[in-house]
């Protein structure tokens, strides 16, 4: 089963654990020690651990949380693994509750104890306060220290006689949180807030509610026996200055209602902000070919709005387009493609010329036959002198039939996009901020 073992600060006996100190025992053939999945907390100035008398057989010490000043052990030969040293994040350690919370150090850094070739030195029960247990099941990778985060099943073992372990018990993920700097009458983003049922029966949750400049939405209604529900916290401060409050949490568990302290503080000048950056700020490409890139937006200070993207610079013959247009901050990041597309320079529209079709074609044998006969009328200078002016003028209509034969044909190139280098401007706006990007393309 897995301790909690916690020494005050006015404790004579520095040692926390002393082992064969009254020597060894006939009616004790194995006298070895598995000190295994525990926590350690010191609350003096010193001390150790764990001492094993001179002689004794190797101690094996894993998986255990020291907690406090001290020397883990005294025994040169002791079998140490994954121990963890420190504060490990405890729910309320003031409060003596040294369950995990959600960002513990401690969370999935165990290792299989294995066993003694005799029994398994894995953990199935972990402490219920004041003085019970229940069970314990593995989330994950097995957690260093007496608690499996979120893995306490409510049901005390089959021989257990307190009566503590029935009904809904509360654990939470923190007792307090602080936010960072926040611009007065803006929203930061949320910090969550687990509630955890470690008990074995339902936990009905009334009421859950926020004080001061900050609010909560949460999921939480009936929380069955080792389940968990999320409250999350947002601070939106209304004033300049350290700001305060409570989240405070009606249930049906001993202890109702909880609550955790929140603490956050208001700014005047704009602490929020995002910032716009591209994996890779060039390229080459051949006129017709797309050039494309991607955009990387991330906010700090809780920045938590709507960026508009535009794209500016592109030249004749080409489309700058940025996708999507906006992009949410409410995750605190985002990513959106930029695509440059340029036009080929090759044919373009045809043009026409004229030049004269081959005479050498059957509607025109007929012609030729009629210029010779007008040509002997104009050498006549008496006998067919009124037929000259019919003769002249037949002439040029035969010419000027003659010039009509043409065919097109394709001169023209058409234009793309010039070669060149262009800087792209890439913008980002969100309200009265606004970020940009260049981007280069080389366009051969």
């Given at each position: 089963m897995s301790s909690e073992i916690e020494?005050?600060?006015?404790?004579?006996?520095?040692?926390?654990?002393?082992?064969?100190?009254?020597?060894?025992?006939?009616?004790?053939?194995?006298?070895?020690?598995?000190?295994?999945?525990?926590?350690?907390?010191?609350?003096?100035?010193?001390?150790?651990?764990?001492?094993?008398?001179?002689?004794?057989?190797?101690?094996?010490?894993?998986?255990?949380?020291?907690?406090?000043?001290?020397?883990?052990?005294?025994?040169?030969?002791?079998v140490q693994s994954n121990n963890f040293s420190g504060n490990a994040g405890f729910v309320n350690a003031a409060g003596y509750d040294y369950h995990l919370t959600s960002?513990?150090?401690?969370?999935?850094?165990?290792?299989?104890?294995?066993?003694?070739?005799?029994?398994?030195?894995?953990?199935?029960?972990?402490?219920?306060?004041?003085?019970?247990?229940?069970?314990?099941?593995?989330?994950?990778?097995?957690?260093?220290?007496?608690?499996?985060?979120n893995?306490?099943?409510?049901?005390?073992?089959?021989n257990g006689t307190c009566s503590t372990a029935t009904g809904p018990l509360v654990t939470l993920s923190s007792?307090?949180?602080?936010?960072?700097?926040?611009?007065?009458n803006t929203t930061s983003l949320g910090q969550a807030l687990t509630i955890t049922n470690t008990g074995n029966a339902s936990l009905s949750v009334s009421n859950i509610a926020a004080s001061g400049d900050f609010t909560q939405t949460n999921n939480c209604s009936t929380v069955a026996a080792g389940a968990s529900c999320t409250i999350t916290v947002k601070f939106v401060p209304t004033v300049v200055g350290k700001r305060t409050g409570t989240i405070t949490v009606a249930d049906s568990a001993p202890?109702?209602?909880?609550?955790?302290?929140?603490?956050?503080?208001?700014?005047?000048?704009?602490?929020?902000?995002?910032?716009?950056?591209?994996t890779s700020g060039s390229a080459t490409i051949s006129a017709g070919q797309t050039a494309s890139f991607t955009?990387?937006?991330a906010s700090s200070g809780g920045f938590n709005q709507t960026v508009a993207l535009t794209c500016g610079g592109a030249p004749t013959s080409s489309t700058c387009t940025v996708s999507p247009?906006?992009?949410?901050?409410?995750?605190?990041?985002?990513?959106a493609q930029v695509n440059f597309q340029t036009t080929a320079r090759g044919a373009a529209a045809p043009e026409s010329t004229s030049k004269w079709e081959n005479p050498a074609r059957p509607e025109w044998l007929g012609l030729m036959l009629l210029l010779v006969f007008l040509l002997v009328v104009l050498t006549q200078r008496k006998r067919f002198r009124g037929l000259r002016f019919v003769a002249v003028s037949a002439?040029?209509?035969?010419?000027?039939?003659?010039?009509t034969g043409s065919q097109s044909n394709t001169t023209q190139t058409g234009l793309g996009t010039p070669a060149g280098t262009y800087n792209l401007t890439i913008t980002g706006t969100a309200g009265s901020q606004a970020h940009t990007t260049n981007l280069t393309v080389v366009v051969n």
């Open positions: 020494q005050g600060p006015l404790n004579d006996n520095s040692t926390f654990i002393a082992y064969l100190e009254e020597g060894t025992n006939p009616g004790n053939p194995n006298e070895q020690l598995f000190v295994i999945n525990n926590t350690f907390a010191n609350d003096a100035s010193s001390g150790t651990f764990i001492s094993p008398a001179p002689g004794a057989s190797p101690v094996v010490i894993k998986n255990n949380i020291f907690s406090g000043p001290g020397t883990i052990t005294n025994q040169a030969s002791a960002g513990s150090s401690a969370i999935n850094a165990g290792a299989d104890p294995g066993s003694n070739g005799t029994f398994f030195l894995s953990s199935v029960f972990q402490y219920v306060h004041p003085a019970c247990a229940e069970g314990r099941t593995l989330v994950g990778t097995i957690d260093i220290g007496a608690y499996e985060f893995g306490g099943t409510g049901i005390a073992p089959a007792s307090s949180l602080v936010f960072a700097s926040q611009q007065i202890g109702s209602p909880h609550s955790v302290s929140l603490t956050g503080t208001g700014s005047s000048a704009p602490t929020s902000d995002f910032s716009v950056t591209a955009l990387n937006l247009t906006s992009v949410s901050m409410a995750s605190g990041s985002g990513t002439l040029l209509l035969a010419i000027g039939c003659g010039s």
